[in-house]
């Protein structure tokens, strides 16, 4: 059975940084893309992040590029975004999923949680 359990979300200030991890199990980690998206009441999920696991592959959301970074490490099976100069835009329920395609949500079979990201001003 694959889980995938996000951490790491919690309030800050416009301008703060938070770590979001992604521990997957039960899950072929190797070979296979991840990624983060992100949601907001009465809105799209958006995607923000992609990886492909065991290779060097990324790609980050215009919208955040420059301020956040995806990684992986691979012996623990667990993905991150680190998120810098975070705005009050970046409110969202982030969540990480795992086997699709791109940033088509509706591509990806499994899903995290969530876990939910506030920026104030």
């Known amino acids: 059975q694959v889980q995938l359990v996000e951490s790491g979300g919690g309030s800050v200030q416009a301008g703060g940084s938070l770590r979001l991890s992604c521990a997957a199990s039960?899950?072929?980690?190797?070979?296979?893309?991840m990624a983060w998206f992100r949601q907001c009441p009465g809105k799209e999920r958006e995607g923000v992040a992609i990886i492909y696991t065991g290779t060097v592959y990324t790609y980050v959301a215009s919208s955040v590029k420059g301020r956040f970074t995806i990684s992986q490490d691979n012996a623990k099976h667990t993905m991150y975004l680190q998120m810098n100069s975070l705005k009050p835009e970046d409110t969202a329920m982030y969540y990480c999923?795992?086997?699709?395609?791109?940033?088509?949500?509706?591509?990806?079979?499994?899903w995290g949680q969530g876990t939910q990201v506030t920026v104030s001003s």
């Open positions: 039960g899950y072929t980690y190797s070979s296979n893309s």
């Open positions: 999923a795992a086997g699709g395609r791109g940033f088509l949500s509706g591509t990806y079979n499994f």
